[in-house]
């Protein structure tokens, strides 16, 4: 089993509307954990980390399942300017390194 | 945007052949890192390095070294070029060991025939 899982889509949205996906992770000793984002032929960049309390940044919203071992991504209102891939990344101290998964495409649609 | 550059951005090369490529920072941070990143895989880490001249493999360190003798930069070196190392090439820089909070350069695309 792949340590990060991710479904890479892509999940075509309509504008204005609300996508969600999730990050599988096989660790469970894993501690941290992050979304990126990354455009097309750009560098990642972080959105976002993911507390246990799960956490929102304007339109956007990650959840934690430790149970479950997964991460979550919400987004509301989906804007064209948000069409990228967005990666999971999970940093477990047993490996003592990050993780990143391949990501999970997204097409907003006029 | 943090201050990293990446050099050269991209470049061709035949089989066989040395390539180094730069990672320059500005930011005075300790940690970084060199990923490679392939259609189909997640951001693979190739070497890190902690400080001046202490370095260390990564998941994917065959046929690479490095080197950092200065906290700005760090190389990363493909002794001899093979086809399986054609990839996109980040850079990446943190205030601390292994931290979620990377910098990333613009990347470095890199083809060898």
């Known amino acids: 089993r792949k340590e990060v899982e991710q479904d890479p889509g892509p999940f075509n949205v309509p504008e204005g509307a609300t996508v969600a996906f999730n990050c599988t992770y096989s660790n469970s000793a894993s501690q941290s954990f992050f979304w990126y984002r990354q455009d097309c032929r750009k560098e990642p960049k972080l959105l976002m980390s993911v507390y246990s309390s799960g956490n929102e940044d304007g339109r956007f919203t990650a959840q934690l399942n430790r149970a479950s071992q997964y991460i979550s991504l919400l987004i509301r209102d989906s804007k064209l300017s948000d069409s990228a891939t967005y990666l999971c990344v999970v940093f477990s101290y047993g490996n003592n390194r990050l993780a990143f998964g391949k990501g999970n495409q997204v097409v907003v649609i006029p | 945007d943090a201050g990293i550059t990446q050099s050269p951005r991209h470049k061709v090369t035949e089989t066989g052949t040395p390539v180094t490529l730069r990672c320059h920072q500005t930011?005075?941070?300790?940690?970084m890192y060199w990923y490679r990143q392939d259609p189909g895989h997640g951001l693979r880490l190739i070497h890190y390095s902690y400080g001046v001249k202490d370095t260390d493999k990564g998941e994917v360190s065959d046929g690479y070294s490095v080197s950092r003798s200065k906290t700005e930069d760090f190389l990363l070196t493909l002794e001899s070029a093979t086809s399986s190392q054609t990839s996109v090439y980040f850079c990446a820089i943190s205030l601390g060991p292994h931290d979620g909070e990377l910098f990333f350069g613009e990347g470095s695309r890199l083809t060898v025939l």
């Open positions: 930011e005075n941070h300790r940690y």
